[in-house]
Structure formats: C-alpha cells, structure tokens
C-alpha cells in the first residue's frame, strides 16, 4: 500500500521540509514583475511524485501563513484525496460539467490555511472540460480568494492535458524522477510545454539520494539563471 505521508506535516523540522521551504520561496521570486498565483505541476511521465510533491509544497506555504488552494486537475488518475483522506464523490469535474460554484466542493486539510478541490468523478472527456472556459473561469476566481493556487495535472507525453492547462496558468513546474525518467521523455515534456507558450518556472528533481551527515533523509538544492531544481527523497 502506498505511502502518502506528508513529510512537511509530519517531520517540519526534516531537512526534506526545508527543501520545500527553499522551493516555496524560490517560487515566491520566480518573478519579481510578476505575481504569480496560479502555478501548474507536472510530470514527464507516472509515478515520478508530482503529487506528493504539490501536496508538500502546499503545507509548506500554508504553514508560512498563506491560504493554499490545490486543485487536483488530474481527472485521469487522481491522487490528492487519497494524500489528504477526502470525499471525491464530488469535485472539479462536477463543477465543469454543471456550472456549479467550485467553493461549494472545496475540501479543508488538517493544516490550517489549505483547502483542496478534488478532482471528483473520473470524466469521459477529460482534455475537453480542462480546455473549457468555464476551467479558466474557476482558475481565476480560486486565485482572487487564495493567496496561491497549485494545480496538479496529469504526465506531459502521455496526454494533452498538462499543455492545455499550461495557457490557463501563471507558471509551470516540471517534477522528474532522478534516475526513473527517461532523458527523452523529460525533453520532450518540456519541449511540449514549451510549444503551447508555458512559462517553465523550474522543475523538480524527485527521489534523489544525496546523504546529508546526521540525517535519514537526503536533499540537494541548485538554482541557475530561473531554471531551479530542487531534489528530494
């Protein structure tokens, strides 16, 4: 059975929690003329840890005393209510389908200041409601009521999905799996991303094992020129 532990949550003081808090502030500046509010998370390819990894840098923000909104736009294989043990009978996809306000299926988490928006029942037609205006409209307004809105979005290379939503954001950050990803399945992510016009913020290095003397976990950290890669176990 899978591990959804929120490590922020559960260990703040971890060398891991620290990371994300450097990711947390990395984003804060990502660009100083430019607030940026809704921020798109995505991966390669499955199993790489783009949820966990939105799930962890939402409790970071929120416990720096931000209000936090993750919608789970992954409406293929969703995950974040299996991470924050939520209701998903209801959700994102109803909220497309039938024009009601998404407020009314916004979940809260146990951390004070994150709320999340399930991604509710699996659609037939995915890549349509997440292209639809009424998905830009609900992005929108969520970024007018909360301080950060992280949107998880299904693997770049499998569907079109993740480059739809890349138009409808402010940034977008690309989590790889160290050792797992495929060099080529990585560059044509981004080159995918890229096409559509997505601003490719940074990108995530995920399961890297860097031994930190004292420590059970492992994290590194390198920011170059906007391109910031931050790698965790």
Same mark, same amino acid.
């Given at each position: 059975?899978?591990? =959804?532990?929120?490590?922020?949550?559960?260990?703040?003081k971890s060398p891991v929690s620290e990371a994300f808090r450097i990711l947390r502030t990395n984003i804060q500046f990502a660009n100083v003329d430019h607030v940026m509010k809704k921020i798109l998370?995505?991966?390669? !390819?499955?199993?790489?840890?783009?949820?966990?990894?939105?799930?962890?840098?939402?409790?970071?923000?929120?416990?720096?005393?931000?209000?936090?909104?993750?919608?789970?736009?992954?409406?293929?294989?969703?995950?974040?209510?299996?991470?924050?043990?939520?209701?998903?009978?209801?959700?994102?996809?109803?909220?497309?389908?039938?024009?009601?306000?998404?407020?009314?299926?916004?979940?809260?988490?146990?951390?004070?200041?994150?709320?999340?928006?399930?991604? !509710?029942?699996?659609?037939?037609?995915?890549?349509?409601?997440?292209?639809?205006?009424?998905?830009?409209?609900?992005?929108?307004?969520?970024?007018?009521?909360?301080?950060?809105?992280?949107?998880?979005?299904?693997?770049?290379?499998?569907?079109?999905?993740?480059?739809?939503?890349?138009?409808?954001?402010?940034?977008?950050?690309?989590?790889?799996?160290?050792?797992?990803?495929?060099?080529?399945?990585?560059?044509?992510?981004?080159?995918?991303?890229?096409?559509? !016009?997505?601003?490719?913020?940074?990108?995530?290095?995920?399961?890297?094992?860097?031994?930190?003397?004292?420590?059970?976990?492992? =994290?590194?950290?390198?920011?170059?020129?906007?391109?910031?890669?931050?790698?965790?176990?």
């Amino acid at each position: 059975m899978r591990d =959804y532990t929120i490590v922020t949550a559960a260990n703040p003081k971890s060398p891991v929690s620290e990371a994300f808090r450097i990711l947390r502030t990395n984003i804060q500046f990502a660009n100083v003329d430019h607030v940026m509010k809704k921020i798109l998370f995505t991966s390669a !390819g499955v199993n790489e840890g783009k949820s966990s990894t939105v799930a962890n840098l939402a409790t970071a923000m929120a416990q720096a005393n931000k209000n936090i909104l993750i919608v789970d736009a992954d409406l293929r294989k969703p995950t974040q209510h299996k991470i924050f043990n939520l209701n998903n009978s209801q959700g994102l996809s109803i909220t497309l389908v039938e024009d009601v306000p998404f407020m009314k299926y916004v979940c809260k988490t146990e951390q004070a200041g994150l709320d999340v928006l399930t991604s !509710g029942p699996i659609p037939p037609n995915p890549a349509e409601l997440l292209g639809s205006k009424r998905m830009k409209q609900v992005l929108m307004l969520a970024s007018e009521i909360y301080d950060m809105v992280l949107v998880d979005s299904p693997p770049t290379v499998a569907v079109t999905d993740s480059s739809i939503l890349a138009q409808a954001v402010d940034g977008v950050v690309l989590v790889l799996a160290s050792g797992e990803v495929n060099k080529e399945f990585a560059l044509q992510a981004k080159e995918r991303l890229e096409k559509v !016009g997505a601003k490719i913020i940074g990108t995530v290095l995920n399961k890297v094992e860097i031994k930190s003397k004292g420590y059970n976990y492992y =994290y590194h950290y390198y920011a170059e020129k906007n391109r910031d890669t931050l790698m965790v176990k």
